[in-house]
């Protein structure tokens, strides 16, 4: 019962912790290479991302007790670009 709160707190917390450096990278980048993180933040999550990859992998590998077998989803490409084009676009909607 406890690998599945666990691995519940996991998936809720994924996007929060383990997307938020990739995403301010493809930002920066449209952004002329400008760097967007501080670096205590970005060392913050550059922290959580592989320590959240290796409970998935003690949760939902072969490696357990139990097999849980759910999935760290990485952001879709689509996604990913509609919130850029949303954060760079210039138009403003009334």
Known sequence: MLGLRVGAELVDRWPK??????????????????????????AMLADCRPRMQAIHHELAG????????????????????????LLTSRKVTA
């Open 17 to 42: 912790y383990g997307w938020p450096s990739s995403f301010a990278d493809r930002l920066g980048e449209q952004l002329g290479g400008r760097e967007l993180l501080h670096p205590e933040t970005r």
């Open 62 to 85: 072969d490696s357990g007790p139990m097999n849980y077998g759910f999935e760290l989803s990485e952001p879709s490409r689509a996604g990913f670009d509609h919130l850029l084009n």
